[in-house]
């Protein structure tokens, strides 16, 4: 057969090697590169068959491929592993072509991809939640080391076009190599749907891509890994930016910016690190303001108390920033810098009879330090105790509720009365209130809302009223905007009421009865952070 022929079907595929094999399969002619030493194809591979060359299921891949090729056909690209003994393998790409004037013969073109590697057998390697993988981070920022930390994200494509028993044996695979190539072994977390993170020394030179690409070859199915890598720099304050990086890979995740993990999370925590100082000054300076909401006794429109509301310069609405405080673990500051704002108030000439409530979050109340520094902060006058009241806020989750009962409980004996803020938002109020002794409830304000037009809503308050009533509880519904809400609030036995129609949050606590605003009052929007 001609030389030229074969020549050609090098020349056509740009491959490394040329390998014809007759109709029998075996291989007749090789020429070119060689994937190893040892394994030059003129050598080694000719007169036996070209199965025999490759891993089992890449044998039966190229035995199914090269048996529906036809005369004058080109097969698709085949990424196979080739095997080099003893458990060593490297990946080719073959294609397989047979010219008309080869019949039977086929002509075989092979590229070689990547390095050789050795593929182990899959350990009981568990990839780490994303929890233990900061964690993990923590640890190894603290050791100092002089080559650079970095967090690789990595999006594997194609895992959907695997199903059954070939998806379980290649997820296994796929953990076991994304933490083998991890910095020691066992850093790496699977993020969401096919994204994964792993921590990698900035100067490693190992390609996650091909490790991927490894396994792949080895379950006969083709994969793509996306990896970006992003440099971890520590901060002076370590645990502050530990928060802020599991922050931005939370945005990360929930914004579905796992497309652009590099610059989405970089980005991201570059900016929350900003606000992370920021808030910190913000909080050491008291660079902020309260404003007071008056809560009425829905009866006779007498004034029961104050809310003390925040007031953050820059901000339309504290909301965000609050929960922002609340993630990086920056609220307990806060806090109590709003408690000691109040006192200050309550300490000016005239309002030695004023009662305020400040809020206070979940997160506060995790440790002793918060109630604890209260307690110090009115030491010296016990009758603010008996006047101040705490509105405990469910924007954080409270995780330890038998130790949040210790401490609210130590608060409450000290005088302090407690209310629990939002109620009806979420699905754990009614589980705090049993398991949290309080003095009263504040009724969610969309409830309050909707009761007008809402049999439902008004159904719910009405019998949390009754439920509240049992266990000795006030009850505050807030966003209380116009007189018929007032008026159906004390109808369904709701004891006190917050909203514009009472008034608006002003610098200072306006002692004299509010004028009530007409029903026709416009609804305002919500004023608390709570």
């Known amino acids: 057969m001609a030389l030229n022929s074969r020549l050609l079907g090098l020349a056509f595929a740009s491959a490394d090697t040329l390998v014809e094999i007759d109709g029998a399969g075996r291989v007749v002619l090789a020429m070119g590169a060689a994937p190893a030493v040892g394994h030059a194809p003129e050598a080694a591979w000719t007169n036996r068959p070209l199965t025999a060359l490759f891993e089992r299921r890449s044998a039966e891949r190229l ?60 350990e009981d390697k568990p990839l780490l939640s994303r929890d233990a993988l900061m964690r993990q981070t923590g640890s190894l920022l603290a050791a100092q080391s002089s080559d650079p930390l970095s967090l690789a994200f990595v999006d594997v494509a194609g895992l959907d076009q695997v199903e059954g028993e070939q998806l379980d044996s290649l997820t296994a695979r796929l953990h076991y190599a994304l933490q083998s190539i ?5 850093s790496a977390s699977h993020l969401a749907g096919n994204a994964y993170a792993l921590l990698r020394h900035e100067s490693d030179t190992a390609s996650i891509e091909e490790a991927i690409q490894n396994v792949a070859a080895l379950e006969g199915v083709e994969v793509s890994a996306d990896v970006r890598q992003v440099e971890l720099t520590p901060g002076v304050d370590r645990q502050a930016t530990l928060r802020a990086m599991r922050h931005a890979l939370e ?44 809560i009425v006794d829905l009866d006779s429109g007498a004034i029961h108390h104050f809310e003390a509301l925040a007031r953050i310069p820059g901000c339309d609405g504290p909301e965000s920033t609050i929960r922002l405080a609340e993630t990086l673990a920056l609220i307990e500051s806060f ?22 409530a400040v809020n206070v979050s979940a997160g506060s109340l995790a440790t002793d330090t918060y109630g604890e520094a209260l307690l110090r902060l009115t030491a010296n006058h016990r009758d603010i105790r008996r006047r101040l009241s705490l509105e405990v806020t469910e924007t954080a989750t409270i995780l330890d509720l038998p130790g949040t009962q210790r401490r609210l409980a130590r608060l409450r004996q000290a005088g302090f009365k407690v209310y629990l803020d939002d109620f009806g938002v979420g699905a754990s109020s009614f589980d705090h209130l049993n398991h949290l002794t309080v003095d009263g409830v504040k009724i969610d304000g969309t409830f309050v809302m909707r009761a007008i037009e809402d049999d439902r809503s008004r159904t719910l308050i009405r019998h949390l ?30 004891q006190l009421g917050q909203g514009w129609f009472f008034g608006r949050p002003e610098p200072r606590p306006r002692l004299e009865r509010p004028t009530l605003a007409a029903t026709s009052r416009r609804r305002g929007a919500v004023e608390s952070w709570g």
Not at 182 to 186: K, L, N, P, Q, V
Not at 335 to 356: F, H, N, S, W
Not at 479 to 484: A, D
């Open 335 to 356: 806090d109590l810098v709003v408690a000691e704002k109040a006192i200050q108030q309550m300490l000016q000439p005239g309002y030695g009879l004023t009662r305020l």
């Open 465 to 494: 009223v009754e439920m509240c009533s049992g266990l000795e509880l006030k009850t505050v519904a807030e966003r209380v905007e116009t007189g018929e809400v007032a008026e159906l609030m004390l109808k369904l036995g709701v």
């Open 63 to 122: 035995r199914a491929a090269r048996g529906t090729l036809t005369p004058g056909a080109r097969s698709e690209p085949l990424d196979l592993l080739y095997s080099l003994g003893r458990g060593a393998y490297r990946r080719v790409r073959l294609r397989l072509f047979s010219l008309p004037e080869l019949a039977p013969h086929c002509s075989c073109a092979l590229t070689w991809l990547g390095q050789s590697f050795e593929l182990e057998t899959p």
């Open 251 to 294: 945005v990360c995740i929930t914004n579905g910016a796992l497309d652009d993990p590099d610059v989405t999370f970089k980005k991201t925590l570059d900016r929350t690190l900003v606000q992370m100082d920021s808030f910190r000054t913000m909080v050491k300076a008291r660079d902020f303001a309260l404003h007071y909401q008056p």
């Open 182 to 186: 991890s910095i020691d072994g066992a």
